[in-house]
């Protein structure tokens, strides 16, 4: 069993994580082999997700991925549960651990880590272009985190977030989104 984890993951880095995007021809079966990869290694993943190449998921892989989720390219995801209709732009990094800084008299690079629950992003979720999400966070049903956020704490239900550290800046309104659609 073992083995055939550690070859799934072998094989989606060396060739699905390269394999040409979804937009290209016939893209759509290199998401779907990547999606396919990922199940060996372990990870749950729902219906219709579209994986992008490049996304690093670690060697020991440890996420949930809920239905028509889209993960785009160069992301970075670390001990995820993610919910359905999760939207991640390119470059996003979602973290489960930090550094040990603790002790003044031993380098930090020797403290070891710390590490943390799931990051949990519930459904209907948007991560926006090369946001940092840090360990242990909740992000909850219908937020959005601007680009080049960082997220330090937990995002509260339709909040849409910002900035570094990302902060509240407005919530969604189902008035507003009624008349858009």
């Given at each position: 069993m073992k083995i055939l984890t550690y070859a799934s993951i072998a094989i989606y880095y060396l060739i699905g994580s390269r394999a040409p995007r979804t937009f290209w021809p016939g893209g759509i079966l290199f998401s779907c082999f990547r999606v396919w990869l990922l199940r060996g290694a372990g990870c749950k993943v729902g219906s219709r997700c579209e994986i992008e190449p490049n996304i690093y998921v670690g060697l020991r892989p440890k996420l949930a991925i809920g239905d028509r989720c889209q993960i785009n390219s160069n992301a970075e995801l670390h001990n995820v549960v993610m919910g359905a209709d999760v939207m991640i732009a390119p470059g996003v990094v979602i973290l489960d651990?930090?550094?040990?800084?603790a002790s003044l008299s031993k380098p930090m690079s020797m403290q070891g880590v710390k590490k943390f629950?799931?990051?949990?992003?519930?459904?209907?979720?948007?991560?926006?272009?090369?946001?940092?999400?840090?360990?242990?966070?909740?992000?909850a049903y219908g937020a959005i985190v601007g680009a080049g956020s960082v997220v330090?704490?937990?995002?509260?239900?339709?909040?849409?977030?910002?900035?570094?550290?990302?902060?509240?800046?407005?919530?969604?309104?189902?008035?507003?989104?009624?008349?858009?659609v």
């Open positions: 651990r930090q550094h040990n800084f629950k799931s990051v949990i992003i519930e459904d209907d979720v948007w991560i926006g272009q090369n946001a940092i999400v840090m360990p242990g966070i909740r992000i330090t704490k937990d995002v509260p239900k339709n909040a849409i977030v910002a900035g570094v550290p990302a902060k509240i800046i407005r919530y969604r309104d189902a008035n507003e989104l009624a008349k858009i």
